[in-house]
């Protein structure tokens, strides 16, 4: 992607800005634009998905930072270490039984590993379960939470063994 296309989806997907605007801004014809919109398609669609969990609760952090973090990171939980991909094999297998799964459960959720730190810090952030994130609430901290999470990742592997 060049430079160009990047700043483009910034002021197009993120900023939101017209198309009028954007036309000033980097200097070129609506035309260039409506090409743009249409080869990057793929990438507008994934930055969408993260804008709309950053404007959740990130926005003091500055959405490309958020955006690097929450591309980068690894998938799992921090506390037990489960995947979405065991989640959803364990769902599928009957190995999951908590009647909340409409709204929460088959993904990751984000967590502050020191709850009662404000959101801009991507070094509190972190992906947890819903089970993780449920039982360490705001009352423990990461690290008190630590060996509970470790036993909730063994509850998981010996159920994944059973499948
Ligand atoms: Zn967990």
Do not use: H
Not at 125 to 140: G, P, R
Request: proline share 1%; hydrophobic share 35%.
């Amino acid at each position: 992607m060049t430079e160009k296309e990047k700043e483009f989806l910034d002021l197009a997907v993120i900023k939101q800005l017209k198309y009028t605007e954007i036309e000033k801004i980097l200097g070129v014809e609506g035309s260039q634009l409506t090409q743009w919109w249409e080869d990057l398609k793929v990438e507008r669609k994934k930055l969408s998905k993260i804008r709309k969990i950053w404007r959740k609760k990130f926005t003091a952090i500055d959405f490309w930072d958020f955006n690097k973090w929450y591309t980068e990171t690894k998938r799992k939980c921090f506390y037990c270490n489960i995947t979405e991909p065991e989640i959803d094999k364990l769902i599928k297998k009957g190995q999951i039984i908590t009647k909340r799964l409409t709204t929460r459960g088959r993904s990751l959720e984000l967590e502050r590993k020191r709850a009662n730190e404000p959101y801009d810090n991507l070094n509190n952030l972190t992906f947890s379960c819903y089970w993780c994130n449920n039982a360490k609430s705001d009352e423990f901290t990461a690290d008190e939470f630590s060996n509970i999470g470790k036993q909730i990742g063994e509850i998981w592997q010996k159920r994944l063994n059973t499948l």
